[in-house]
């Protein structure tokens, strides 16, 4: 009997029987069942803990917990959250004129909102939890934390975007590199914003043979794969394995909002762009209203984190309206490829059944 072409080293490493990565996307998507359900079916799960408070997220590991058995992981932004409001009297009148529309009260003159720096209390949880598999976004984990995954056991995964980042991710002792590639939805990972504001944008297959040729760990690709075809692709370009996360925010445990879900299944693939004006940081999403009017406003936003906390009172409004025209609808290039309310172990099946028959030997 031959070997199964999805088995990858990847696999052996992560205790996971099928290469498929579910990324571990923040603000509330990731929910328990749907970590649980990607790794139930063999794949790996990953919470989206960024934004979480430390008991809040060891809440949902015990939850994931109670629901499989199996390996999943627990993603974190690593960057410093040192808030810059120095032009704040400059952005905020341009936030309170569309909040005026949800009816935001404005927050011109009154006093900037602080953002908290949860990164150690949220990682020591993670220790405590025994969460498996750590992975992260903007680089990788300090040496004082990584120093410690290791002491501990786990594996540590890196979101990396060009071969020189990987560099940097593996000489600070990653497991696993997340190769994400410039179609992927959501945040950049690149490490240095200031030097690249909009994030390094290489397509991801052209990134993925260029980071795995000179990788001496497992590469991941991340954007634009959708479904076995991209699996099967990132495989043949090198990689072990593949991350998706837009495939799976219409998932029927996905916790994306329904004003979102909708937004994305009704939308094309040239519908996406990149932003700075949600969190100060690079990500790309659908374009919309909030897009269109802030960035003709002609005014740079607030670095990452205060940008996020200045945008923070629009965006749960948009929600507690379903107004999806100021959510920030992180997609990925490949939205035709959604479906609408699937569940979550049936998409992986579906994926792994397609990239197995176009990797199996004698496939037309």
Request: charged residues 20%.
């Amino acid at each position: 009997m031959s070997q199964d072409p999805l088995y990858t080293p990847l696999c052996r490493l992560l205790g996971i029987e099928l290469p498929i990565v579910q990324a571990g996307m923040a603000g509330g998507p990731t929910t328990p069942e749907l970590v649980a359900a990607v790794s139930e079916a063999g794949g790996l799960g990953t919470l989206g803990a960024a934004y979480m408070e430390p008991e809040a997220i060891r809440e949902a590991v015990r939850a994931i917990r109670r629901l499989t058995a199996k390996p999943f992981g627990v993603n974190l932004f690593v960057v410093a959250m040192r808030d810059d409001y120095s032009r704040y009297a400059e952005v905020q009148p341009v936030l309170d004129r569309l909040g005026a529309e949800l009816g935001v009260p404005p927050r011109a003159g009154l006093e900037p909102m602080p953002t908290p720096d949860r990164l150690e209390r949220q990682f020591a949880v993670l220790l405590e939890e025994d969460v498996p598999v750590i992975s992260t976004a903007f680089g990788p984990l300090p040496e004082p934390f990584g120093r410690a995954a290791r002491d501990a056991g786990r594996l540590v995964a890196t979101m990396v975007t060009t071969v020189e980042e990987a560099r940097l991710a593996e000489a600070a002792g990653c497991d696993v590199l997340i190769a994400q590639g410039g179609d992927a939805g959501g945040h950049r990972g690149t490490f240095d914003v200031e030097r690249r504001p909009y994030g390094a944008l290489v397509g991801t297959f052209s990134l993925v043979p260029q980071i795995a040729d000179r990788a001496n760990v497992p590469v991941v690709a991340a954007g634009g794969v959708m479904d076995g075809r991209g699996l099967a692709a990132a495989l043949l370009l090198g990689a072990q394995g593949a991350q998706l996360g837009t495939r799976f925010l219409t998932a029927a445990e996905s916790g994306a909002h329904r004003a979102y879900k909708e937004a994305l299944l009704a939308s094309a693939e040239d519908d996406t762009v990149v932003t700075r004006w949600f969190s100060g940081r690079p990500a790309r999403s659908l374009r919309n209203r909030f897009i269109e009017e802030t960035e003709r406003a002609g005014v740079e936003p607030l670095p990452f984190p205060s940008q996020n906390s200045a945008t923070g009172p629009l965006r749960q409004a948009a929600a507690r309206q379903g107004d999806a025209g100021y959510m920030s609808l992180w997609c990925g290039q490949a939205p035709r490829l959604l479906t609408r309310e699937t569940p979550a172990a049936q998409i992986v099946r579906e994926i792994a059944e397609q990239a197995r028959r176009l990797l199996a030997p004698g496939t037309p």
